[in-house]
């Protein structure tokens, strides 16, 4: 039996693919910024750690995740942050919370976008998954 919660990359013609699986939707959208992460090699400046208050609000959830991770990718690239913690709730398609994290030491790859190709989010047998493609 695989991890309750947990991302791996998915081979991908000409973007990148995450699978992203977790218990419910607030774990799931927390794996797939943590997968975005690790897809672009972001290492985070041990300290000084920082937190920021969130809330977003979209149509349904596949939209509320691509703005989440598009939030996340644009604090990266215009603020040079990352973040890998997450206290989020979401509740009629409204997520509010907080995420924490540091500055950017480095940056291996990079984002270009979130896209919702072929994005679903689904309920298995081990809770939800969603496949998330980015655009290099």
Known sequence: MGAIAGYREQEHTADWALEVWAPDLPELFAQAARGMLALCGARLEAEPRLECALELEAPDAES?????????L???????????????????NRLRGRICGAALSGLNKEIKAVTYH?????????????RVVFDV
């Open 64 to 72: 509320l995740l691509v703005a989440f991770l598009s939030e996340l």
């Open 74 to 92: 644009y604090l990266a690239e215009m603020e040079y942050l990352g973040f890998d913690e997450f206290e989020i709730s979401i509740d009629s």
């Open 118 to 130: 072929n994005l679903s989010i689904r309920k298995t047998s081990r809770g939800l998954e969603a």
